[in-house]
């Protein structure tokens, strides 16, 4: 059923082609009332307006807090005419009816997210508009609710057509309903945090909210989840994020330029590469499978990175997942194009390199912003879910300034590199984690174990079985040459690359067991946390190898 447009409120605080749209109106013969400045840009164009207070009989008053909580305005909006009784008092009141009301909001995320002040961010709270804007959206049988400026195009359609139906009109009551929710959850959360804040000492960090609310806008379905019985979207922020952090950049906004659609197990992958390419200044590439390095690497370029991240472990690379922290070049391209790649993520594609790519069919090719740092993540667990602040490798123990030599001699400015290279790079790896590294990339990757031991061991292994593999042959396996299978992807004799390497723990070594796994493999100096009651045997062990130790006093697990 559609009904023309006779009547229309508009009160907005972004003010885009407000004026066309008021126009467009009074053209097809709607009456426009409105408020305030609104009401006073529209009356400039020389567009013909009615003022708020003409309807209500009462000014604006307390500095513009009141505008439109009045019977004649709410009842205008919210009888129902397809109740005979709500018409019926309408006219007994003396109340004419709304049929569209165009309205969004002060703009409170943007207030906060600016670093205004307790006072200013309250008066960012606006009121008068979700009131309207629930209001029409309740009563969507009769009004059309419209809080997006984009949709001002088909608002002028609408009324040129008699007036919108009522799918149509049911779509903008949700689209209404879901902007008000995130505009309150994202009050709700701030005013929490000023709460939490409030209680805490002078000395103490900014708490976690008490109250933690936030909105998802789903982007695209997905084939399916995890797995194919499993249903899979994507979803991204509407509002300012957790406690006015606001989400930034990252994977979810991410602009695909080619290949298949994403599936949810490209999204993961992508973003724990995204996530590691970007924990580090330099050129970097992060190659990824199921979550956890195949290798990393930082050169003079992102081709070199990328030569050294493959030699890591190129048969897993096989099907990998690709991010990268600069612009892919052509050098790069040209390497990456032989060797199957599920994903590649970069900030931009250099002219040729898209070109290069793109002759891949399938191969998803996707330009992302940055990350945001600073922001707070959360996990679903049954019934709730836990929150922390995103592991930035930024706490007091990720610059060497602060490590603590416990064994050896200090190291020289090439392995002190490599070390700190290997700390920051360990976040990536989930635990238990021990990284291998040579020359600013990663040679062997222990993770995901469910003691340490096994993870030096799988380190070491990895490093010295994995780097010997006949990489050429990955062409070949992909491309069906000659009957080529990953079965022909053999182990070579590779030199031991843990020999000479530094080492990486996520955590503290809770025995010397696992540190004599890599003492035994040939590895010259290592950084862990410390802090086990066990210090000193391990200290010791490392004391009586000869080899350089440093103690973090921070750890980076990442489950």
């Given at each position: 059923?559609?009904?023309?447009?006779?009547?229309a409120l508009v009160s907005?605080?972004?003010?885009?082609n407000?004026?066309?749209?008021a126009?467009a109106?009074?053209?097809?013969g709607?009456?426009?009332?409105?408020?305030?400045?609104?009401?006073r840009?529209?009356?400039e164009a020389?567009v013909?307006?009615?003022p708020?207070?003409?309807?209500?009989g009462f000014?604006?008053?307390l500095?513009?807090?009141v505008?439109t909580l009045?019977?004649?305005i709410h009842?205008?909006?919210?009888?129902d005419?397809?109740?005979?009784?709500?018409?019926?008092?309408?006219?007994?009141?003396?109340?004419?009816?709304?049929?569209?009301?165009v309205?969004n909001?002060?703009?409170f995320?943007?207030?906060i997210a600016?670093g205004?002040?307790?006072?200013?961010?309250i008066e960012q709270?606006?009121?008068?508009?979700?009131t309207?804007?629930?209001?029409?959206a309740k009563?969507?049988a009769?009004?059309?609710?419209?809080i997006d400026?984009?949709?001002?195009?088909?608002?002028i359609?609408?009324v040129k057509?008699?007036?919108?139906?009522?799918?149509?009109?049911?779509?903008l009551?949700?689209q209404a309903f879901?902007?008000t929710a995130?505009?309150?959850?994202t009050?709700?959360?701030?005013?929490?945090?000023?709460?939490?804040q409030?209680s805490a000492?002078?000395?103490d960090e900014?708490?976690?909210?008490?109250?933690?609310?936030?909105?998802?806008?789903?982007?695209?379905t997905?084939r399916?989840?995890?797995?194919p019985?499993q249903?899979?979207?994507?979803?991204?922020n509407?509002?300012?994020?957790?406690?006015?952090?606001t989400?930034?950049?990252?994977?979810?906004?991410?602009?695909?330029?080619h290949?298949?659609?994403?599936?949810?197990?490209?999204y993961?992958?992508?973003?724990?590469a995204?996530?590691?390419?970007?924990?580090?200044?330099?050129p970097?590439?992060?190659?990824?499978?199921h979550a956890?390095p195949?290798g990393?690497?930082?050169?003079?370029?992102?081709a070199q990175?990328h030569?050294?991240?493959h030699?890591?472990?190129?048969v897993?690379?096989?099907?990998?997942?690709?991010?990268v922290?600069?612009p892919?070049?052509v050098e790069m391209?040209?390497q990456?194009?032989?060797i199957f790649t599920?994903?590649?993520v970069?900030?931009?594609f250099a002219?040729?390199?898209?070109e290069?790519?793109?002759?891949?069919?399938?191969?998803r090719?996707?330009?992302v912003?940055?990350?945001?740092?600073?922001?707070?993540?959360?996990k679903?667990?049954t019934?709730?879910?836990?929150?922390q602040?995103r592991?930035?490798v930024?706490?007091?123990g990720?610059d060497?300034?602060?490590w603590h030599?416990?064994?050896?001699?200090?190291a020289?400015a090439?392995?002190?590199a490599?070390?700190?290279f290997?700390?920051?790079t360990?976040r990536a790896v989930?635990?238990?984690?021990?990284?291998?590294v040579?020359?600013?990339a990663s040679?062997?990757?222990g993770?995901?174990?469910?003691?340490?031991v096994d993870?030096?061991a799988?380190?070491v292994?990895?490093a010295?079985?994995l780097?010997?593999?006949?990489?050429?042959d990955?062409?070949k396996v992909?491309?069906?040459?000659?009957g080529?299978s990953?079965a022909d992807l053999?182990v070579?004799?590779?030199?031991?690359r843990s020999?000479g390497?530094?080492?990486?723990?996520?955590a503290?070594?809770?025995f010397?067991?696992?540190l004599?796994l890599l003492?035994?493999?040939?590895?010259?100096?290592?950084?862990?946390?410390?802090?086990?009651i066990?210090d000193e045997?391990v200290i010791?062990?490392a004391?009586?190898?000869g080899?350089?130790?440093?103690f973090?006093?921070?750890r980076?697990?990442?489950?």
């Amino acid at each position: 059923m559609m009904s023309a447009i006779k009547r229309a409120l508009v009160s907005v605080f972004d003010k885009s082609n407000v004026v066309e749209l008021a126009k467009a109106l009074a053209d097809n013969g709607v009456e426009v009332v409105s408020t305030g400045s609104t009401a006073r840009l529209i009356e400039e164009a020389g567009v013909a307006v009615t003022p708020v207070e003409k309807v209500t009989g009462f000014p604006e008053c307390l500095g513009g807090r009141v505008k439109t909580l009045h019977p004649r305005i709410h009842a205008g909006i919210l009888a129902d005419r397809t109740k005979p009784d709500h018409v019926e008092e309408l006219s007994e009141l003396g109340v004419d009816p709304f049929d569209l009301v165009v309205v969004n909001l002060y703009p409170f995320a943007q207030t906060i997210a600016s670093g205004a002040t307790f006072a200013e961010a309250i008066e960012q709270i606006d009121i008068g508009g979700p009131t309207m804007v629930r209001a029409a959206a309740k009563n969507h049988a009769s009004v059309a609710v419209v809080i997006d400026p984009s949709r001002y195009g088909e608002v002028i359609e609408a009324v040129k057509a008699g007036g919108f139906t009522d799918e149509q009109r049911r779509r903008l009551a949700a689209q209404a309903f879901a902007h008000t929710a995130t505009y309150d959850a994202t009050v709700a959360t701030w005013f929490a945090q000023q709460v939490d804040q409030d209680s805490a000492g002078e000395d103490d960090e900014t708490p976690l909210p008490g109250f933690l609310a936030g909105t998802w806008e789903r982007l695209d379905t997905l084939r399916y989840g995890e797995n194919p019985h499993q249903r899979g979207g994507v979803y991204v922020n509407a509002g300012a994020g957790f406690a006015g952090r606001t989400e930034t950049g990252g994977l979810a906004r991410a602009k695909q330029l080619h290949g298949k659609a994403m599936s949810y197990n490209n999204y993961t992958d992508a973003d724990a590469a995204l996530r590691a390419a970007y924990d580090h200044d330099e050129p970097c590439v992060a190659i990824i499978k199921h979550a956890n390095p195949c290798g990393i690497a930082v050169g003079a370029d992102v081709a070199q990175a990328h030569r050294k991240a493959h030699a890591c472990d190129p048969v897993s690379a096989f099907g990998g997942v690709i991010a990268v922290n600069r612009p892919v070049s052509v050098e790069m391209a040209k390497q990456v194009a032989p060797i199957f790649t599920e994903v590649v993520v970069a900030p931009a594609f250099a002219d040729g390199a898209l070109e290069i790519l793109s002759q891949k069919k399938n191969i998803r090719l996707l330009t992302v912003e940055a990350p945001s740092r600073g922001t707070v993540e959360f996990k679903q667990i049954t019934g709730g879910l836990v929150a922390q602040d995103r592991d930035d490798v930024n706490a007091t123990g990720d610059d060497p300034a602060n490590w603590h030599l416990v064994s050896g001699a200090p190291a020289d400015a090439a392995t002190l590199a490599d070390l700190q290279f290997a700390w920051k790079t360990v976040r990536a790896v989930r635990s238990n984690a021990i990284l291998l590294v040579k020359d600013q990339a990663s040679v062997g990757v222990g993770m995901g174990q469910v003691n340490r031991v096994d993870s030096c061991a799988l380190a070491v292994e990895r490093a010295n079985t994995l780097g010997g593999r006949e990489t050429g042959d990955a062409a070949k396996v992909e491309a069906g040459v000659g009957g080529a299978s990953s079965a022909d992807l053999k182990v070579g004799q590779a030199p031991r690359r843990s020999e000479g390497a530094v080492a990486a723990s996520d955590a503290f070594f809770p025995f010397a067991d696992g540190l004599q796994l890599l003492i035994d493999a040939g590895v010259k100096a290592v950084v862990q946390p410390g802090g086990s009651i066990r210090d000193e045997e391990v200290i010791a062990a490392a004391q009586e190898a000869g080899i350089t130790m440093y103690f973090t006093g921070n750890r980076h697990f990442s489950h």
